[in-house]
């Protein structure tokens, strides 16, 4: 379906929710989680000072400028920017790609579920809670929901 006929049928109030909308829906999701992991390459080079700076000043204590901690910042920080160079890819061509777009998908549940026990468990504030689990577990959801309208390239995506 080409834009012009999805706008079009956005503004006349048919929406193809079958696949056009659903489609589209999931390529910005995807897009939009890509250039926020993206965004960790700035923390991969981040002197530990700044990091410490940041720490404390998203209310989340002392930080610990152990080389561990720091390597592991900057490691976990790397895996972010890998996997949001691969939802960014994803996104290019959703169909091609149909498995792996529904393993991040589900994948993503599973991991909003972990991550949010850990923020409670740890003590993290209430707007860190809010943003990494729930928001995880909404676009996750979304790209699920988005995935089900979808055929894959050979045509066996399920609908």
Known sequence: MSNTTL???IAGGTTDWGGGVR???LVWVLRLMGMAELSAV???FLPAAWMGCIHEFLGLGAFAAA???VYLA???SAMYVVHGGFLWVASVNPEGHLPLVRYVGASGLVFSVFITVLDVWHGFPWYWMLAEGPGLTVCSGIILWCARGIAGRTGTGRS
Request: net charge positive.
């Open 7 to 9: 706008s079009a049928g």
């Open 23 to 25: 489609r589209l829906v």
């Open 42 to 44: 700035v923390a991969v």
């Open 67 to 69: 080389s561990t901690t």
């Open 74 to 76: 900057r490691h976990l």
